[in-house]
Each structure stands twice: as C-alpha cells, then as structure tokens.
C-alpha cells in the first residue's frame, strides 16, 4: 500500500491559531449578546405597608384586592378590614400571612392591564398611581380609556419603561416604589404629598411676602419630602426665626431650606434621595400658622422656587434651579 502524503506543515491549522480564532469568535459572540440587552435603570423597591398607613398606594392596594375578590372598602386607610382581606389573599397565594403587604405580596397582587381592559378596579388602582405621579387629569373611574392611555406611556417615556401601554409588573414597580412626583430617573420630587397642598395648586404660584421663597398651608405633622439628592442639615431652632428646619445640600451644587418643621426624620449628615421623607411639617419659629417655608439658595442667594414646585407637581420635568429668577417670584 502506498501511504498518503503527508500534508505540508504550512498547510496544518498550529494549536496557537485555533485557539486564537475560538476566543475571538467568543468574544464576538459576548458582545453580540450584551449589546442585544437594554440598560435598565434599578428598579425602585415595592412598598411596604401595613396597618396604619394611608394614601394613594393604600387605595391601590385595596381596589387590587378588590380585583381578586376581596370584601375591602377603598378608603385609603389600611385599616383592620384592609388587613384581614390582605392575610385572606396571602393565605390564598401560599405566602406568609402576616398582613404586612411587601415584595412578595405585591408580585402576586398586581395584575397586568392594558388599553381597553375590563378589571376596573385593577385598572383604578392604577388610575391612583398616576394621579399620585402628576397625571392629575387622569379620572379614577375604572376605565382604560385615551386620558389613562396617553398617561402611561408619558410616563413610561419619562422613566425609559418598554411594553408600549401595557402596564405589567415592572411598570406597576415603578409606579408604586417612585417616589411621588418624582422627574425622569427621579432626579427631583414634589416637596409634599400633592394632595395635602391646602389651598391647592394656584398657591404654588404665590410669591413670598417678602424675598424668594414659597410658603405652602398644611396641617401640622404633613410629610416632607426631599425635593432631590444630596446631604441633610438640621438647623434652626425652636426659638429660631426658622423654627425647626432640615436644609439639603443637594447634588446639583444648590441648597434647599424646609423651616417650621413639627418633627425631623433625618440626622444632620445623612445622605438623601428625592422623594425620601426628611420632617413633618409644622408651626414652629416665627410662624402664623401651620405651612412648609422652602427656600432656594444658589451660591447663597434666595431664588424663586415658584417655577420649580409647579413642575414637579404637574409630574413635569422642572427648570434647572440654576435658571430660576431672584426676582418677580411668580410664574
């Protein structure tokens, strides 16, 4: 038998070479796949509630256990009947049935709606949500008509949320674990629960009586918000002209004053994030009456927040507040 030539060394494929071409096309292959997945901002973590709270994400709340059959009156309050329907639904679910609603309540508890969809009270509770977010044209009527509609996608436009107008678990996430009135990426957030404003939303436009500043009626122990991120300051006093007061000096280089405070939910130092509760609002300093006194200091100069409050609580994007005026404080 006649052997086989041999094939020339040239023509044979060196170890060196095959290894080579392995982790190039591996390396290929990654960053085909890490460019086919989206960045996604972190989620914001699901409320925890519990006996005792009250607001939109308790209204929610309940008219999601309406949805899934619960006897629950939706009234905004997490009361002993709220509870009992909660340790019903978790006992129906296999969770634990402590009547505390937190991540693995509100997982199973959610239910995807969308344009046109026929679980009205699934569709309210999230009629709640967007009104707590600005939406507040948005009727809680059950619908998912045009206004619920051109709500959500805004809104999932402002914060990048994929799924066209569908709102599924991600979205309810965002919608329930945001804080209130909080902008794109939640830079920024409204100062205080919108609905708590006294004299409504026409007195956000009010000048201050005598420099830039706004002062906004509400009852004594009202919850304060940080308006963005940045590091806590307790100052003032009770005989201090500022009464109690929490300033943040926030990440965008300005300082944010909040004086009359009843309560401070923050210790001087600690690091904040827009739409972190910071104080109760209160009567304290020299003060005629209960309201929230918030200031503006660019540089240490008092500028009108006029422009700003007013966005944040329409759910808009606000004015930089290095273009605010120092003057004419009305918008």
């Given at each position: 038998m006649i052997p086989a030539p041999a094939t020339p060394p040239a023509a044979?494929?060196?170890?060196?070479?095959?290894?080579?071409?392995?982790?190039?096309?591996?390396a290929a292959l990654l960053l085909g796949l890490l460019g086919a997945v989206p960045a996604h901002a972190a989620l914001p973590a699901w409320p925890l509630l519990q006996k005792g709270a009250a607001g939109n994400d308790v209204a929610s709340l309940q008219f999601l256990l309406r949805q899934h059959g619960g006897a629950v009156t939706a009234n905004a309050e997490f009361d002993v009947q709220t509870r009992?329907?909660?340790?019903?639904?978790?006992?129906?679910?296999?969770?634990?049935?402590?009547?505390?609603?937190?991540?693995?309540t509100w997982s199973k508890l959610v239910i995807s709606v969308a344009p046109g969809s026929t679980q009205a009270d699934a569709v309210r509770a999230l009629q709640f949500q967007l009104r707590e977010h600005g939406f507040r044209t948005v009727a809680t009527d059950g619908v998912f008509g045009q206004a619920t509609t051109t709500a959500v996608e805004d809104y999932k436009a402002?914060?990048?949320?994929?799924?066209?107008?569908?709102?599924?678990a991600t979205t309810w996430q965002h919608l329930l674990g945001a804080p209130p009135g909080s902008g794109p990426l939640g830079t920024y957030a409204f100062v205080i629960p919108r609905e708590d404003v006294f004299d409504g939303r026409e007195s956000l436009l009010w000048a201050h009586?005598?420099?830039?500043?706004?002062?906004?009626?509400?009852?004594?122990?009202?919850?304060?918000?940080a308006i963005t991120g940045g590091t806590a300051r307790l100052n003032g006093g009770l005989n201090d002209s500022c009464g109690l007061g929490v300033a943040i000096d926030g990440d965008d280089g300005v300082r944010y004053q909040y004086c009359h405070l009843d309560s401070r939910a923050v210790s001087d130092g600690a690091?904040?994030?827009?739409?972190?509760?910071?104080?109760?609002?209160?009567?304290?300093?020299?003060?005629?009456g209960?309201?929230?006194?918030?200031?503006?200091f660019r540089q240490g100069d008092?500028?009108?927040?006029?422009?700003?409050?007013?966005?944040?609580?329409?759910?808009?994007?606000?004015?930089?507040?290095?273009t605010l005026p120092d003057s004419g404080c009305t918008y």
């Open positions: 044979r494929p060196s170890l060196r070479n095959i290894r080579t071409l392995v982790t190039v096309l591996l009992s329907a909660v340790i019903a639904f978790q006992q129906s679910r296999g969770l634990s049935a402590d009547g505390i609603v937190g991540p693995a402002q914060h990048q949320l994929t799924g066209g107008s569908t709102v599924g009586h005598d420099y830039p500043a706004s002062d906004i009626a509400v009852e004594i122990g009202t919850p304060a918000y690091r904040v994030t827009a739409g972190q509760l910071i104080a109760r609002t209160g009567n304290t300093g020299n003060s005629t209960p309201h929230l006194h918030f200031g503006i008092s500028v009108c927040p006029q422009q700003m409050l007013i966005a944040l609580y329409d759910g808009l994007v606000p004015p930089s507040p290095w």
